[in-house]
Nanobody
Framework: QVQLVESGGGLVQAGGSLRLSCAAS????????MGWFRQAPGKEREFVAA????????AYADSVKGRFTISRGNARNTMFLQMNSLKPEDTAVYYC?????????????????WGQGAQVTVSS
C-alpha cells in the first residue's frame, strides 16, 4: 500500500518557522517528483513547491519564493519543506504529493499520490 505521511505541522506566530516532512512508503519514489500543496479554509487547493527526483530542480509558487525551501532526503523517499517568515495567510492544510512529472509541471496537473495532510496555523 502506497503511503505518503506528513509530519511537522503546528501552530506558530507570524514571522516564525516550521519544517514539514513527508515520508513515502509502499513503493519507491526515487524516480518521482515530489511536492507540496496547501488548502486554506474556503479556498481551492494551491501548489506550493516541488522538487525533481534527483533534487536538482525545484519550483515554487510566487507567494512562497524566498521564504520556503523544499528538499529531499538522501534516500529520496523523504521530502522536507522549510518554512520561514511565516504569515497568517500561510495557514492551511499542507499536502505532500508525488508524480512522474517535472517540478515545473507539478502545479498544473493532479499528482497521482497524496498524503493525508498536516495543519499549519500561523497566528498574527
Amino acid at each position: 500500500q502506497v503511503q505518503l505521511v506528513e509530519s511537522g505541522g503546528g501552530l506558530v506566530q507570524a514571522g516564525g518557522s516550521l519544517r514539514l516532512s513527508c515520508a513515502a512508503s509502499g513503493r519507491t519514489f526515487i524516480s518521482y517528483a515530489m511536492g507540496w500543496f496547501r488548502q486554506a479554509p474556503g479556498k481551492e487547493r494551491e501548489f506550493v513547491a516541488a522538487i525533481s527526483s534527483s533534487g536538482g530542480s525545484t519550483a515554487y509558487a510566487d507567494s512562497v519564493k524566498g521564504r520556503f525551501t523544499i528538499s529531499r532526503g538522501n534516500a529520496r523517499n523523504t521530502m522536507f519543506l522549510q518554512m520561514n517568515s511565516l504569515k497568517p495567510e500561510d495557514t492551511a492544510v499542507y499536502y505532500c504529493a508525488a508524480d512522474r512529472t517535472t517540478p515545473q509541471s507539478m502545479g498544473v496537473g493532479t499528482p497521482d499520490y497524496w498524503g493525508q495532510g498536516a495543519q499549519v496555523t500561523v497566528s498574527s
